[in-house]
């Protein structure tokens, strides 16, 4: 069993950067996949990015080239630097985790531990 903290959100003007962090209790973080999903209000959570115990990393389409994920596993923690962000990056953000490596990353069904998600609002 993993417990999975966000911290880091709030509030940002559009075009500015803001730093996500999920900071993890098992110590055997770095065998881990971790990913960030998203849920704006009124609509379906959505995959962000992942990133697999080897360092290999994933985005959506919506996110590349804005948004970098990164983990320390000495510090069990996750991150996601979000740059240049927009409205439509309002959401609770959603660090998810799943032991070892599998297919299917970009599908929320494939993790079995969330963290309790943090509000991020991009105001224009």
């Known amino acids: 069993q993993v417990h999975l903290v966000e911290s880091g959100g709030g509030s940002v003007q559009a075009g500015g950067s803001l730093r996500v962090s999920c900071t993890a209790s098992?110590?055997?973080?770095?065998?881990?996949?971790i990913a960030w999903f998203r849920q704006p209000l009124g609509k379906e959570r959505e995959f962000v990015a992942s990133?697999?115990?080897?360092?290999?990393?994933y985005y959506s389409d919506s996110v590349k080239d804005r948004f970098t994920i990164s983990r320390d596993s000495a510090k069990n923690i996750a991150y996601l630097q979000m740059n240049g962000v927009t409205a439509e990056d309002t959401a609770v953000y959603y660090c998810a985790a799943r032991i070892g490596t599998f297919l299917y990353l970009y599908i929320r069904e494939s993790y079995n531990f969330w963290g309790q998600g943090t509000q991020v609002t991009v105001s224009s």
């Open positions: 098992e110590r055997a973080f770095n065998t881990y996949t």
């Open positions: 990133i697999t115990s080897g360092g290999s990393t």
